[in-house]
């Protein structure tokens, strides 16, 4: 069974440009959520999807923003970055039964640099 | 102060020893995650309970609810558990979804 896959692994953007990133769950987890790890706040959450709907957001601006499509796969986007936006983001799947949640599967992250 | 806290940050043991790790939390939970993540970057849970203990391998976990702790023990340590070990909890309800993540405890074995 294919584990969490993020893509692009490693990438380089300037200030003021804005910034794609991929996850692709396990099949059958219907749950994604991302976070995103810096040096300095360690882990935070940043939102979670399931089936399509965004079901949860952490204090994040909304410079900050994300989707899910029909098969699961989900994108998230930040606009205008900033040098602080600099940071590990890690995407993580799950399945969830009648609104509890179950273990999570973490992708291996999606590191970004803002030069 | 944080929601979560983690005790100790860092920690350094000799092969063989026997180690704990300690997370409060403050807030009402409906699940405690214990995750590791080596150099590198990649997480992987651990365990996610809610009562009780959990074991796995030389891994054992247990949480007490009216305390708010858990602790995560590592018996007979192997250097290549060096690791940082991460706490995170999970709310009630409408906040289920978010995640309240520990500063995490960065755990060095040495042979």
């Known amino acids: 069974k294919a584990g969490v896959t993020q893509t692009p692994r490693y990438l380089i953007k300037t200030r003021g440009q804005q910034v794609t990133l991929s996850c692709s769950p396990i099949s059958g987890h219907r749950s994604v959520s991302w976070y995103q790890q810096t040096p300095g706040q360690g882990l935070q959450f940043l939102f979670e999807?399931?089936?399509?709907?965004?079901?949860n957001k952490g204090n994040f601006p909304g410079r900050f923003s994300g989707r899910q499509f029909s098969n699961s796969r989900s994108e998230m986007n930040v606009s205008t970055l900033e040098l602080g936006d600099s940071a590990l983001y890690l995407c993580?799947?799950?399945?969830?039964?009648?609104?509890?949640?179950?273990?999570?599967?973490f992708g291996e992250g999606s590191r970004l640099t803002v030069l | 102060k944080n929601e979560v806290e983690q005790s100790p940050q860092n920690l350094t043991a000799q092969e063989g020893e026997f180690i704990t790790i300690n997370c409060s939390y403050s807030?009402?939970?409906?699940?405690l995650h214990w995750l590791q993540q080596h150099p590198g970057g990649g997480i992987v849970s651990l365990f996610m309970?809610?009562?009780g203990k959990k074991k796995h391998g030389r891994l054992i976990a247990t949480i007490n609810i009216q305390e708010k702790h858990s602790s995560l023990h590592i018996t007979a340590s192997h250097p290549r558990d060096s690791a940082v070990y991460i706490c995170a909890v999970r709310g009630y309800g409408g906040s289920q979804g978010n995640l309240i993540f520990g500063k995490g405890t960065k755990l060095s074995v040495k042979p």
């Open positions: 999807y399931f089936s399509e709907t965004q079901r």
């Open positions: 807030v009402g939970i409906s699940a």
């Open positions: 993580a799947s799950s399945l969830t039964d009648r609104g509890l949640y179950g273990e999570l599967f």
């Open positions: 309970l809610s009562s």
